[in-house]
């Protein structure tokens, strides 16, 4: 459930959002930011709604209720680009894509290609780190049904935008999973970069791979989600592909 506020950090409205992130010093300050934030009242109203009924599987915990910061290192070169937290992995633990199957499978492909030292994630304390890597959402709020409105998905912009300039000196290759991910990419381009984003923009596909010369390279990859991964739309195989694409990319070894 949500914790103590502190009035002074909140964003609640869109034009707080752009102020608080443009703040932001930096990772911590911006983590902290973003967890202080109540400017889309629909997602407000729906994750701590979640929160409060709770799963009965997870009856017994307190979740987090709150916006989910990105997770990872400050100097990524690798940025992967989720769609939002899931209202009983993210919003529950309070780590992006931890405490849910759509985690299960990212992070033991990471694990896999040696970018995260545990195949699992399961709670916010669970010592996972990555290497070279840095995952965040479009929106930082878990949406009821997986969707936010585009109002939604451009008042929480901001947030993207600063944290991608905050690791702009090592980020080589964002990796979008899903085409909500691939389309919220390109205003981080002009907003981050002063890259005008291509016209007409490159389809989403899982493999499909975007490259500037001012900007980081941009990789497609069908979101993790259980309706991918059980239906064999996405395979471990094919999971791992992509960030062996990604590290090449990169420059990971
Ligand atoms: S979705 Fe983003 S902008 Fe909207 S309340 Fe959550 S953190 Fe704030």
Same mark, same amino acid.
């Not at 109203?45 to 709150?66: L, M, N, S």
């Given at each position: 459930m ?10 609640? @409205? ?30 407000? !109203? ?23 910061p ?19 992995g993210?919003?529950?633990? %309070? ?7 759509s ?13 995260? &030292? ?8 669970? %010592?996972? !780190? ?10 930082r709020? $878990?949406?009821?049904? &997986? ?15 600063r ?8 980020l080589?290759?964002?990796? $979008? ?10 205003? $981080? ?9 291509p ?17 980081? !390279?941009?990789? %497609? ?6 309706? &991918?991964?059980? @239906? %064999? ?21």
């Amino acid at each position: 459930m949500a914790e103590a506020r502190t009035p002074d950090a909140e964003a609640r @409205t869109p034009d707080e959002v752009v102020a608080r992130a443009a703040r932001a010093t930096g990772l911590v300050d911006l983590d902290g930011a973003v967890s202080d934030c109540f400017a889309c009242p629909r997602l407000v !109203a729906w994750r701590e709604e979640v929160a409060r009924t709770r799963r009965a599987a997870f009856r017994d915990q307190t979740y987090w209720g709150r916006p989910v910061p990105g997770f990872g290192t400050a100097d990524a070169r690798i940025g992967i680009l989720g769609l939002a937290p899931a209202a009983h992995g993210g919003n529950r633990t %309070g780590r992006i894509f931890t405490g849910d199957r759509s985690g299960d499978v990212l992070f033991a492909a990471l694990h896999r290609a040696g970018l995260a &030292n545990q195949p699992t994630s399961v709670a916010a304390d669970d %010592g996972l !780190a990555l290497r070279d890597t840095r995952i965040f959402a479009a929106v930082r709020c $878990a949406p009821p049904d &997986n969707k936010p409105t585009p109002a939604e998905r451009d008042t929480c912009a901001p947030w993207l935008h600063r944290e991608v300039a905050l690791i702009r000196p090592t980020l080589r290759v964002v990796v $979008a999973l899903g085409a909500f991910a691939w389309a919220a990419w390109w205003p $981080a381009l002009r907003e981050v970069y002063g890259v005008r984003p291509p016209s007409p923009r490159p389809a989403f596909g899982h493999g499909a791979h975007w490259s500037g010369t001012a900007a980081p !390279a941009l990789l %497609g990859c069908y979101h993790v989600s259980q309706q &991918n991964t059980f @239906t %064999g739309r996405l395979t471990p195989g094919m999971l791992d592909d992509v960030f062996a694409r990604a590290k090449q990319l990169a420059g990971v070894d």
